[in-house]
Each structure stands twice: as C-alpha cells, then as structure tokens.
C-alpha cells in the first residue's frame, strides 16, 4: 500500500504524455529501437527467491543478496541474442548495483557505463525520476536494468506486478522531460524474437536427439538448456563451482551433450565471446567431431577453481578429459574460451 501510494504521489508532480498509438510489441518494437532515440527499462533476470534481502539494502556481499538462478543467467543471455541479431544498440548501460542487476547488464550487452544507487532508493528520489526521464544521445538508446518499483513508479501505464523478473518497458521521451510508455517485453517475447520457429536438424543422435530436432525455434533449445541445467552437478558425484565460470561450464556441457548442432548454436550466441578468426560454422564443425569421437561427457571432478576460470575432470566413451572453461575479463559472464586436454596431451 504504501508502495502504490509513492507512486500516485510522484506521478502527480510529472508530465506525462499519452500515447496517441497502441504498445509496439515484438517484431514492430525492435524495428523502432533500431532508430535509436529509446530508453528499455529492464527488469533484472529471474533470481532465486529462496533468499530475500531488506527492501533498498545493498548488502556488500553477495551471500547477503537475493541473486540471479540459472534461469536468470539464460534469460539475459536471450536478451543478449535477442538485441545482437535485431541490431540494438545501446550507448549507454545504466544498473543498480545489485549483482543480480550489473550480471544482467553484463550478461545482455555490455558491464553497466554506470552503476547508481540512485536505482535501488525506495521510496522514490527525484535523482532516480530525472535519471529515467532523462534522453539518450541523438540516434541513440539508453538500458536502465533496475527493479520492479523503478519501472512502476516511473513508466505511466505500468501497474504493480505487471513487468515480472526478465521483463522490460520501453519509453521514449516527450518535451517537457515527460516519458511515455512505447511498448513491452515479456519474457516469452525474448525467446519469439531470438528465432520465430522452424525445426532444427541434429549433430548426431543421443537418447535425447528427437527432443532436441522437434519444431520450436530457439524457445524449445532454451527450455533443453534450462532442464539440463537444473542442478550443479553435471553427471557425477563433484559440483561445479559457484562462480562466473562455474555457470558458463555448466551452460557448455549441457549444451556439448545434447548433440546437437542448433542447442550447441545457442550456446556460441547467448555466451561466447565473438572470435573473426573462429566464425560459428566453423565452431560447430569442430563440435560435431567432438561429439561424434567422445559422446557426452561426465563430470568427475574439479580440479581447480576461480572466479573466472574452472578446470574439470570429465570423462568421455574414449577417456578421460580436462576441460577447462575461461571467462572473459572485460565481460565475465561471457567465455574467452573452452579448451579440451586429452590423455594423449592433445588439445582442441
């Protein structure tokens, strides 16, 4: 209540402009964010709610914070594909400092150009109302990756609960700093605009290949990829890591043991760091050997562990195998890159 309240209460000292046109949605909104001149008001990506911290803290350590799930981590990696394959751009990345808002930043487009607790004040400031009404840059787009109370309280026409974790309004900027509301993205949006549909062919055929070549577009790889992922433990009695590079490993080897081309795909856009000198074909090819030589993998072990690289024990149909998985620096929730040690002592 006194949430709902703080938002009357502002409302009435801003101007406000009413559409004079319906929501954009989908296909039409991301052709209007090509010409730039928006802001995306992003709802942080899903967390895990087992844990709550106190509404506005911002507790230094992220054992203290409410955190993003596995879920969440896939969900701004479909923001990431989402925006590179519509061609949005954004010149500036704005965040609340809570971990679960700089990863999603991080993890859709680019570290946070500014991390502001202006975005976690409640109730509201006239710092964080100016920060949301202020225009980009001409020919331009602004992402503000904050929290539910942020968008309600700002964007008109937006209620409480309307704009869920991974979901976002898109504003556009009136004279008179006024803001009206352009359009939204639920998250089913990301997945329809990743890939509209269209089945996919597999790699090889593992006990799981007639699920993954099933019609569905990039949605039914996302939702494999999300079921594989459902704990830390990827096929044996170790767990991987906690870590940045802990995600990402587990990302790749259930991505490496689906089998197929268009999941594996789906890993490459949603978490690689682009290589010129490795195009995704030629990533691929190198994967369909991979498997076809070794089949999927298991874990057996971790054999060192930080926060930006994760070396593992796995084991293959042929042997044993030390992979090891290294998150970029300049974006850590992205690999620099996946390295196959062999028995042999030869690397792929």
């Not at 309240?5 to 004079?20: N, R």
């Not at 062919?201 to 790889?221: D, K, M, N, Y």
Request: proline content about 5%; charged content about 20%.
């Amino acid at each position: 209540m006194l949430h709902i309240v703080a938002a009357l209460t502002f409302a009435t000292g801003v101007t406000v402009a009413t559409p004079d046109s319906a929501e954009l949605r989908r296909e039409d909104l991301m052709a209007a964010l090509r010409n730039g001149g928006y802001t995306v008001v992003l709802r942080h990506a899903r967390t895990d709610r087992s844990f709550q911290e106190e509404m506005g803290a911002v507790p230094k350590e992220r054992s203290q914070q409410r955190n993003l799930s596995d879920d969440g981590f896939r969900d701004a990696a479909l923001m990431g594909v989402v925006f590179r394959k519509h061609g949005i751009a954004f010149a500036e990345v704005i965040s609340s400092p809570m971990y679960r808002c700089t990863e999603t930043a991080e993890m859709a487009v680019s570290k946070p150009t500014t991390i502001t607790i202006a975005l976690r004040v409640f109730p509201t400031t006239a710092e964080q109302a100016a920060l949301v009404r202020t225009p980009p840059k001409p020919g331009t787009n602004r992402l503000i990756v904050t929290h539910h109370f942020v968008i309600e309280t700002h964007v008109p026409t937006i209620s409480p609960g309307e704009i869920a974790e991974s979901e976002a309004a898109v504003i556009r900027h009136t004279a008179g700093a006024g803001v009206e509301l352009v359009g939204r993205i639920t998250l089913d949006d990301w997945a329809a605009l990743a890939n509209p549909g269209g089945a996919k062919t597999s790699v090889a055929a593992p006990q799981s290949a007639a699920a993954h070549a099933a019609p569905g577009g990039f949605a039914r790889l996302h939702a494999a990829i999300t079921s594989a992922l459902g704990g830390h433990n990827a096929g044996g009695g170790a767990v991987i890591p906690d870590t940045h590079a802990g995600h990402l490993a587990r990302a790749y080897i259930s991505a490496f043991n689906s089998g197929n081309a268009d999941t594996m795909r789906a890993f490459l856009d949603s978490y690689m760091v682009a290589d010129p000198a490795r195009p995704t074909a030629r990533r691929i090819e190198s994967y369909a050997k991979l498997f076809e030589d070794h089949g999927p993998l298991s874990l057996v072990s971790v054999g060192s562990s930080a926060a930006l690289q994760v070396v593992l024990g796995m084991k293959s149909k042929v042997g044993d195998i030390r992979l090891t998985v290294t998150a970029s620096e300049v974006s850590p929730m992205r690999v620099a890159s996946v390295t196959f040690a062999f028995q042999q002592g030869g690397h792929r």
